[in-house]
């Protein structure tokens, strides 16, 4: 009976966590869409979602506010845990309950983004004003000069920009712009995300060919605290690690080695 349990258990452990990422982004999403239509509309426009066609490949911005007083670029990570990361650091991590995970700097992914907005648009950078937003359930540690705030904080630290750097026809003209840049068509959108997803599938190739995605240098198998990993053989040129299966079930493993020890008893 206990084993029916267990197993009932672990596939829905298994099934949650597969579905997880998905469900907590789009919640993440909504939230910020629901806090920015608070902001004057007369004074703000919102764009949520944008899919923006940039030379040879399709970029997606959580949220543009475009205003007067710039447009805010507003990049959303819902992530729980310690957040921990600096302006020039090419990694950030998060520490949940002891497990370290990386990605990358979210700073110098909205840079990316601003940087080919600007060119679509023939702006400057300084039209443009970043914001990194961190759901209220992640625990803020960074030490950083950029906006890096909480879910809750974005209307206030929109609003305390006042400096008038567009006309009111501006405005119009560059909403005007935005929009015809924006891919609604839900089947480029699709394309886009095949587009995203088939990156992945090669950089997981190439992972399982033992060749880094990043550098091309060759992958080594070593043992750390939290498991083993794949790393990079260009080490420390060349930070790339890859957890194995074993890392990724490190929760599993521990709730399986704990029933297994209850049953023992
Ligand atoms: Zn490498």
Known sequence: MEIVLFILFVVAYITFRILQPKIKGYIGEKSVAAILSFLPSDKYKI?????IKSNDRTIQIDHLVISVYGIFVIETKNYKGWIMGSDDSEYWTKNVFGNKYKFYN???QNKAHISALSKQLGLSFNKFIPI?????RADLKVNTVHNVVYTTQINRVIKAYSDIKFSEDDIQNLCKKISSLNIVSPKVRKQHILEVQNT??????????GICPRCGHSLAFRSGKYGDFF???NYPK??????????????????AKKFIKSLLK
């Open 238 to 255: 060349c930070r790339f690690t890859k957890p194995t299966e074993r890392r990724n079930n490190y929760f599993l493993n521990k709730l």
């Open 106 to 108: 979210p700073i110098r």
């Open 231 to 233: 790393g990079c053989s």
């Open 200 to 209: 992945i599938a090669t950089k997981q190739y190439l992972i399982q060919q």
């Open 47 to 51: 764009i949520n979602d944008a899919l």
């Open 132 to 136: 990194i937003v961190f759901s209220n």
